[in-house]
């Protein structure tokens, strides 16, 4: 099985980017196409931001862009605003697992 | 308005059974694969389960392999986990989550609905 590894925790300032990394270890490198991002405000629940690597779902904000290079995937959040502080997880999705990563507190400072 | 319904957990005793149910309003659940996905008390998501949109396909974390059994019923729209044996560290706040929906040749592979979720505590 894969297991997907974030960063514990980032930080920036308002109108900063900052980027978030999630990199996947698993002998099958080929089913890591299925990435998406999820943000989640404390005592809320989780809302999906990206999802198949580097798509938004409608009504998410165009600060939010996603991508992948290898095994590693990144979720990238331009303009941050205090509205951004919260904690982010990646997941990957195979036909026959699916696995978060373990989350990175973000800080607006 | 589309929604997830959570209820059934509770406070259990380990080595005790609570079965889960998860109601949809809003979405075509039959065309829905659903997951059970779980986060302990300030600890990360882990997912647990998923079923597909037939209920024929059906897959398990290693964590619960053996315990735990996902199910449902497209003619009530509700997604169920049965859970047995029942340790400490399956206490957690238990939700369930559209998992993969395909329409027009296209499909999200992603939770992209979320339930409010249910506690389970197992302690003694």
């Known amino acids: 099985q894969s297991a997907l590894t974030q960063p514990a925790s980032v930080s920036g300032s308002p109108g900063q980017s900052i980027t978030i990394s999630c990199t996947e270890t698993s002998s099958d490198v080929g089913a890591y196409n299925y990435v998406s991002w999820y943000q989640q405000h404390p005592g809320k629940v989780p809302k999906l931001i990206i999802y198949?690597?580097?798509n938004r779902p409608s009504g998410v904000s165009n600060r939010f862009s996603g991508s992948k290079s290898g095994n590693t995937a990144s979720l990238t959040i331009s303009g941050l605003q205090a509205e951004d502080e919260a904690d982010y997880y990646c997941?990957?999705?195979?036909?026959?697992?699916?696995?978060f990563g373990g989350g990175t507190k973000l800080t607006v400072l | 308005q589309v929604q997830l319904v959570e209820s059934g957990g509770g406070l259990v005793r380990p080595g005790g059974s609570l079965r889960l149910s998860c109601v949809a309003s809003?979405?075509?659940?039959?065309?829905?694969?659903m997951s059970w996905i779980r986060q302990a008390p300030e600890k990360g998501l882990e997912w647990i389960s998923y079923i597909s949109s037939s209920g024929n396909s059906i897959y398990y974390a290693d964590s619960v392999k053996g315990r735990f059994t996902i199910s449902r019923d497209n003619a009530k729209n509700t997604l169920y986990l049965q859970m047995n044996s029942l340790r400490a560290e399956d206490t957690a706040l238990y939700y369930c989550?559209?998992?993969?929906?395909?329409?027009?040749?296209?499909?999200?592979?992603?939770?992209?609905?979320w339930g409010q979720g249910t506690m389970v505590t197992v302690s003694s």
């Open positions: 989550a559209s998992d993969r929906y395909c329409s027009g040749g296209i499909c999200l592979r992603a939770f992209d609905i």
């Open positions: 809003g979405i075509t659940f039959s065309d829905y694969y």
């Open positions: 997941s990957s999705y195979t036909s026959n697992n699916r696995v």
């Open positions: 198949d690597v580097s």
